[in-house]
């Protein structure tokens, strides 16, 4: 029998599209990505897309504690 908490948890489907960005380098001192050639922040790229953390959490914008 599981523990109430592991019956009742909610679980994240793990996201397998989500990849580190290509040519850029995650800097831990100034907590951004930047690109290798340009040392431009990712950010500023043409092609950015979404905002994204360095461990690529998900992040949902509900609260399912009462699920």
């Known amino acids: 029998m599981k523990h109430i908490l ?4 909610f679980e994240y489907r793990k996201r397998k599209d ?3 960005p290509k040519d850029y380098v995650y800097n831990s001192i100034l907590g951004a990505w930047f690109n290798i ?3 431009l922040p990712l950010i500023f790229a ?3 897309k979404a905002q994204g953390t360095k461990k690529l959490d998900v992040e949902t914008g509900e609260d399912n504690k009462g699920q």
Not at 6 to 9: C, D, G, I, P
């Open 37 to 39: 050639t340009s040392k």
């Open 18 to 20: 989500i990849n580190p």
């Open 46 to 48: 043409d092609d950015f």
């Open 6 to 9: 592991l019956n009742r948890a």
